[in-house]
Nanobody
Framework: QVQLVESGGGLVQAGGSLRLSCAAS????????MSWYRQAPGKQREVVAL???????NYADFVEGRFTISSDNAKNTVYLQMNSLKPDDPAVYYC???????????????WGQGTQVAVSS
């Protein structure tokens, strides 16, 4: 069984910063990639950023250079450093990972529980 446990999030002033983290645990053989999504009320879930086990990263256009995704492969943990937060950034942010199971050797896609990010202005 694989679980993704998130931490971080909260209320921040516009222009402020937060760092989200997500740790994968369980029967893991390897992590193919980890990513962050977000979903605001009444809107579809959308990709924020992703990082592969090899360190390749991609960002959504709306990030505009403000966010940085990073990972600690030894700990199966991914981070999202969010700076210069804007009023349109508030959402539930979800960790997602594509993971090969140690038990079954099959790849699976997993989601964290989500963490709320709120921006005040």
């Amino acid at each position: 069984q694989v679980q993704l446990v998130e931490s971080g999030g909260g209320l921040v002033q516009a222009g402020g910063s937060l760092r989200l983290s997500c740790a994968a645990s369980g029967s893991i053989s390897s992590v193919i990639l980890m990513s962050w999504y977000r979903q605001a009320p009444g809107k579809q879930r959308e990709v924020v950023a992703l990082i592969t086990s090899g360190g390749r990263t991609n960002y959504a256009d709306f990030v505009e250079g403000r966010f940085t995704i990073s990972s600690d492969n030894a700990k199966n943990t991914v981070y999202l450093q969010m700076n210069s937060l804007k009023p349109d950034d508030p959402a539930v942010y979800y960790c997602n990972a594509q993971i090969r199971s140690r038990r079954t050797c099959a790849e699976g896609n997993y989601w964290g529980q989500g963490t709320q990010v709120a921006v005040s202005s």
